[in-house]
């Protein structure tokens, strides 16, 4: 039988949760004889891509300082604390692009420094340096570990705003301008790379067609954007037979794009961003704590039903789905203030064990912008004019899950009610991402795997109170809790928490 609170832990509770305080409340445990089991297939079922965790860097102009502010250009190099936040991060993948690809004229990006002409950024304001170009993006990729992922400018999408700017500037990059990006990478032999200065090549093997090709009627419609599939594909694989490449499938294109240019592509993308509604816009948030996680939480289903329906679309063909863009849209337009209260990364980990669910078609996916100076959606945010980078709460999960990744997907028993888990094995080392989707109350469970002895077992979790805040790299208070599991007493997953638990089986 649970115990019955005090009259004094009951008032402590409320008084804490009416005056909006930060320390945790006190948090009531039923005290089960026989707690329930997660217990582990251990059967490989599918294997699971590291690029899961893709990262995009996109320069955002006047609306966000991301890649000007990213750029020491006294010293001519990356600020050392992007640099040093993104390890923590550990992206195994860096997309180059979104909706700026649509008017990025690469060559403006190359070449000695001096020589490099600026550029109007048409959908964000502003100017753009061209100081970041190929050879500095490549630097990037290289020093945190990540592969590049390069989108092209695949004729402005069609869109006339983008082709030629008001200044009369063509913009539009066509199917051979790409195919000579390809070269200028790739190839051993490439004049121009070389005489600026690099004479080993920039091995790109993962290339996306356009952004968002579908999403306005001023674009390519369905047809004309197959045809430019086709052309493009032809053009950069003639340079380099090697290359994979993602083409546009959302708006129900999938099914004809694969039918008519499956052999030009070899992932079809779609975004998914969207608002989980109100209560949670502006600072509306804060006024009902409780229907605010309530409604974070039941954000999943909605982000499962596109999954679903983009499943639908390959499901016969078995096409790989490439998810190059996601995260929330709350009202205030990546400003909302939620984006940094851990409430919202414990969301976020559940869309990352959707993903490890979907991961047997689903093989790159995103969270969340990369990096910036204001948007909340940003992954890492940059202070400036100083200051050092720091992790928001949805890079604290991928940072968390990454570390703590198997190479194949397993089942895992997952009945106990409140936690939403998935779980991987590379070898003898399974891995569990849990989430405790209880606010206020924690569960405990015997971990088991069928067939196996575990032999040891540790939980990493990050476990504070939901509507915490992380505001700058000084004061952070989502740090990982590392604790060894006692696999007779069971253990106890925190409420709101997110944790990654590594076993060890000895067969």
């Not at 992007?82 to 195994?92: D, G, R, S």
């Not at 090549?201 to 067609?209: A, K």
């Not at 202070?383 to 968390?400: I, R």
Request: a neutral charge; proline letters at 6%; one cysteine or more.
């Amino acid at each position: 039988m649970t115990p019955k609170p005090s009259r004094r832990e009951v008032l402590r509770y409320l008084g804490g949760a009416a005056a909006g305080l930060i320390a945790r409340p006190t948090v009531l445990v039923a005290q089960d004889t026989a707690p329930p089991s997660l217990t582990i297939a251990p059967e490989p079922i599918f294997e699971l891509s590291p690029w899961l965790y893709m990262q995009f860097m996109e320069p955002l102009g006047t609306t966000d300082g991301s890649v000007e502010a990213s750029w020491n250009h006294m010293e001519r190099k990356w600020r050392p604390d992007l640099i040093a936040a993104t390890q923590e991060l550990a992206p195994p993948m860096m997309r180059w692009g979104g909706l700026f690809s649509a008017y990025y004229r690469w060559r403006e990006g190359v070449g000695p420094r001096e020589q490099r002409k600026p550029m109007h950024n048409l959908v964000w304001g502003g100017m753009e340096s061209n100081q970041i170009g190929t050879a500095e993006f490549l630097d990037f990729c290289q020093q945190v570990k990540a592969d590049p992922l390069m989108c092209v400018n695949f004729e402005s999408e069609g869109d006339p705003r983008w082709s030629i700017n008001e200044l009369g500037e063509e913009r539009s990059g066509n199917a051979q301008e790409a195919a000579a990006w390809v070269d200028y990478c790739n190839n051993p032999q490439n004049t121009d790379r070389i005489a600026h200065g690099f004479r080993e090549p920039f091995p790109i093997r993962v290339w996306q067609l356009g952004n968002e090709t579908s999403y306005a009627t001023s674009r390519f419609k369905k047809e004309w954007a197959i045809r430019k599939t086709i052309e493009f594909s032809q053009a950069m694989r003639k340079v380099d037979p090697t290359i994979q490449l993602i083409g546009w499938g959302d708006s129900g294109w999938g099914p004809e794009m694969i039918e008519r240019a499956g052999e030009s592509i070899d992932y079809v993308a779609f975004h998914h961003l969207f608002d989980p509604g109100a209560p949670l816009n502006d600072s509306e948030y804060a006024g009902d704590r409780s229907a605010t996680w309530d409604a974070l939480m039941a954000s999943v289903k909605k982000h499962e039903q596109k999954l679903i329906e983009m499943r639908a679309q390959v499901e016969k063909t078995k096409f790989a789905l490439a998810l190059t863009e996601c995260h929330f849209t709350m009202r205030g337009r990546n400003r909302c203030d939620l984006n940094s209260a851990w409430a919202t990364g414990v969301a976020y980990a559940r869309f990352h064990n959707l993903h490890h669910r979907h991961g047997d078609l689903l093989k790159i996916a995103n969270i969340g912008d990369f990096c910036g100076t204001r948007w909340q959606t940003n992954v890492i945010m940059i202070p400036t004019p100083g200051g050092k980078s720091y992790l928001m709460p949805v890079a604290k999960v991928a940072a968390l899950y990454r570390k703590h990744m198997g190479r194949h997907f397993v089942r895992v028993d997952t009945s106990v009610a409140d936690l939403d888990v998935t779980a991987s094995r590379t070898g003898e080392r399974f891995c569990l991402h849990v989430v405790n989707t209880n606010r206020t109350r924690a569960v405990t469970c015997r971990l088991a795997v069928q067939g196996s002895t575990i032999v040891s077992a540790r939980a990493f979790a990050i476990a504070v109170d939901p509507f915490v805040e992380i505001t700058s790299a000084e004061s952070d208070p989502m740090r990982v809790d590392e604790k060894k599991i006692n696999l007779d007493a069971g253990h106890q997953f925190p409420p709101a928490s997110v944790t990654a638990v590594e076993l060890f089986v000895k067969v």
